[in-house]
């Protein structure tokens, strides 16, 4: 009669490290395959919003998405502060939609930790485009948008610190100061088509790299509906973006304690990041070489 040996010891130690040493061996290929899916999910979504937008733009005399960095909305999109109070309210006595004298401007917008994309409604009465409230999708965690011109000379590398907010009036000049119309040009940007349905051209503006040529505008509900912070809300004076740099964020940011005059970073995105150009008239990605 046969009486089945148990494993010794060194054995299971033998079993246990090979394990391991399979384990360590296949978690750098996993989490390149998690990052490449990533890109590619980032790409496809990229790919529809700039395919609905055309379409659009031939339909409806042009057309536009903003690439945002997320922020903190209620359940009907609009922005929230710190506090929680939304920056537009339902006015049950006139049943329409106004300003929340609550919403504290200086508290907001509360920054999320990805990118999404934002229809923008081309203008009907009056020069401004209209953020769409329900129309946002987002992109995958990780995975970050930048637009083509970050990488330009005339781009003021400041604009890599998130801190740093877009100013209306003077570009090369960014601000510090954090309102509910702040926006950072390297983590927020837009891409316009013309009634055509091609990517549009860019003009000189500012004496940098320029601004669309429709020179749009764009009024957001999402951020206030108070007439006094109209004129912060309507001009947004950068180029329409013709190409896209996408770039591993956690990677990019680990740079930021060691990279105070922002070299690294530029050379970061020079090097690591996936530049994609959009084809000006049928709206696709095309693969750019580093």
């Not at 710190?82 to 309210?89: K, L, P």
């Not at 953020?131 to 005339?154: C, F, M, Q, R, T």
């Not at 877009?166 to 702040?182: A, E, I, K, M, Q």
């Amino acid at each position: 009669m046969w009486h089945r040996q148990a494993f010794t010891l060194i054995e299971l130690m033998v079993v246990v490290g090979i394990i391991v040493l399979l384990a360590v061996i296949a978690v750098p290929s996993v989490g390149s395959i998690l990052a490449s899916n990533h890109q590619t999910q980032a790409m496809q979504t990229l790919t529809g919003a700039l395919t609905v937008a055309q379409a659009r733009a031939e339909n409806r005399g042009g057309y536009a998405i903003r690439i945002e960095r997320a922020f903190a909305t209620n359940k009907y999109g609009f922005m929230l502060d710190t506090n929680g109070n939304a920056s537009v309210s339902w006015n049950t006595d006139t049943r329409a939609l106004e300003y929340n004298g609550n919403f504290a401007p200086a508290n907001a917008p509360v920054w999320l930790d990805y990118q999404q994309i934002r229809f923008l409604q081309p203008p009907v009465k009056g020069p401004y485009y209209t953020p769409a409230l329900d129309e946002v999708i987002p992109l995958p965690k990780g995975v970050w948008l930048a637009p083509d011109y970050a990488v330009n000379s005339a781009f003021n590398p400041a604009y890599y610190d998130s801190n740093k907010y877009g100013n209306p009036v003077d570009p090369t000049t960014p601000l510090t100061v954090r309102d509910s119309t702040s926006t950072n040009p390297f983590e927020t940007f837009t891409i316009v088509f013309n009634q055509r349905g091609e990517v549009i051209e860019a003009r000189p503006m500012y004496g940098i790299n320029g601004a669309p040529s429709d020179n749009y505008q764009y009024q957001d509900q999402t951020q206030s509906l108070d007439s006094s912070l109209i004129g912060q809300l309507t001009s947004y004076p950068y180029p329409s973006a013709r190409g896209v740099i996408m770039y591993d964020r956690e990677k990019f940011l680990a740079l930021a304690n060691s990279d105070p005059t922002y070299e690294r970073r530029a050379e970061f995105l020079a090097k690591n990041g996936r530049p994609l150009y959009i084809n000006r008239f049928l709206g696709s990605l095309v693969e750019g070489g580093k």
